[in-house]
């Protein structure tokens, strides 16, 4: 394992070892405090010390800081190995400045939060760091599953974070007021939070099913996702005959290096992050659509490549547009044969398209080279 495959177990070890046994003490001693309260308002006597209700608000805190710690933590690791420090470059320093702000700036305001007596104050820091996970989560690389949001990871962390903070500023009011009105606020929020987090941990360890480990990448984008199968290394070996002839058969490398057009892809639905370059290439008598080392795009279901007449696709019929096959990896270098008979130049655009929602991920617009 190297650093970024370490650096991505942090989120769910965290998650395991710390967010989840807090939250089982937090509801133990919140159902507690709530059988205290009944029986004594019974004015009967209760078995339940009254130390109860201060250790709930105390526990209660600490979850708030290591929910909102770790959403933190894992917005980061997607922004520095998938986002814009990925590949670095100088004219987004201006961008990388602000976001490490926007990070400090958050964490900032929460310590302000747990610190602050009136409620306007209280209310201002608790919006702050609501803002300041919302902005975070929604920068390149973080994968935030947008095709199918009832069921994101990130969606129910990013709900689940709002809630604690907002849980944590109106604990003060609780103790003030006499009707009882923000302490069926508070109760009924975080009655759905523990719903929330259930979901949380189902769809975290589907996610976690669904990260592989750096080495593997390059072995995976041989598989064919749609008819879940890959290739064993047995059927990968050639005897030295059948290797004779395929060198002899393959195209010269003047041939393989020819370039005709190349175009750079952008992202045409907001989070569906995709980047890179597109280029067409003549392989001896074939014509061939390759997508280079820099190309990525957001990871999702029944994801095709295609050329397009549209540079922004509104429509996806037979007449617009030439099927290209799965998209065979999410990043990395890949080829794919334009069908015969079709001239790439009535369809100017590489597209990756996701089929299953209906959702175009990003264009590349092609221009011929000289």
Not at 75 to 99: C, P, Q, R, T, V
Not at 192 to 217: C, N, P, Y
Not at 267 to 291: M, N
């Amino acid at each position: 394992m190297n650093p970024k495959d370490i650096a991505g177990l942090i989120h769910p070890t965290l998650a395991v070892v710390v967010v989840f046994p807090i939250i089982g003490i937090v509801v133990n001693l919140a159902w507690q405090a709530r059988q205290r309260r009944l029986q004594t308002a019974d004015k009967s006597k209760s078995k339940i010390p009254p130390v109860v209700g201060p250790e709930h608000r105390k526990i209660g805190n600490w979850l708030t800081g290591s929910v909102v710690g770790i959403t933190l933590v894992a917005i980061a690791y997607s922004i520095y190995f998938k986002g814009i420090f990925k590949d670095f470059k100088s004219e987004n320093m201006a961008l990388a400045i602000l976001i490490v702000t926007i990070f400090i700036a958050t964490v900032a305001s929460l310590v302000f939060l747990y610190q602050a007596k009136s409620k306007l104050w209280r209310g201002i820091f608790a919006t702050l760091t609501g803002a300041g996970i919302v902005i975070l989560g929604f920068q390149d690389g973080v994968f935030r599953r947008d095709y199918e949001w009832a069921f994101s990871h990130f969606y129910y962390g990013l709900i689940a974070s709002i809630l604690m903070i907002f849980s944590l500023a109106i604990v003060p009011e609780i103790y003030k007021d006499r009707t009882h009105k923000w302490r069926k606020i508070h109760t009924a929020l975080n009655c759905l939070a523990i719903l929330v987090f259930l979901g949380q941990g189902i769809t975290g360890s589907r996610d976690l099913l669904e990260i592989s480990l750096s080495w593997q990448d390059k072995h995976l984008s041989k598989c064919d996702w749609e008819k879940q199968v890959c290739p064993d290394a047995q059927s990968q070996t050639l005897s030295p005959e059948i290797l004779v002839a395929s060198i002899s058969n393959y195209p010269t490398l003047a041939q393989a290096n020819t370039v005709l057009a190349s175009g750079e892809f952008v992202t045409i639905t907001p989070g569906e992050d995709t980047e890179g370059t597109a280029e067409i290439i003549q392989v001896g008598s074939k014509t061939q659509v390759r997508l280079a080392e820099n190309f990525s795009a957001i990871e999702g279901p029944a994801v095709k490549l295609l050329l397009h007449k549209e540079n922004r696709p509104g429509s996806y019929t037979a007449e617009n547009y030439v099927r290209l096959g799965d998209l065979k990896s999410f990043t990395g270098e890949q080829v794919y044969d334009i069908p015969g008979g079709i001239n790439w130049q009535d369809y100017p655009n590489v597209v990756v398209w996701c089929e299953k929602f209906d959702v175009t991920f990003g264009s590349a617009k092609l221009a011929l080279l000289n």
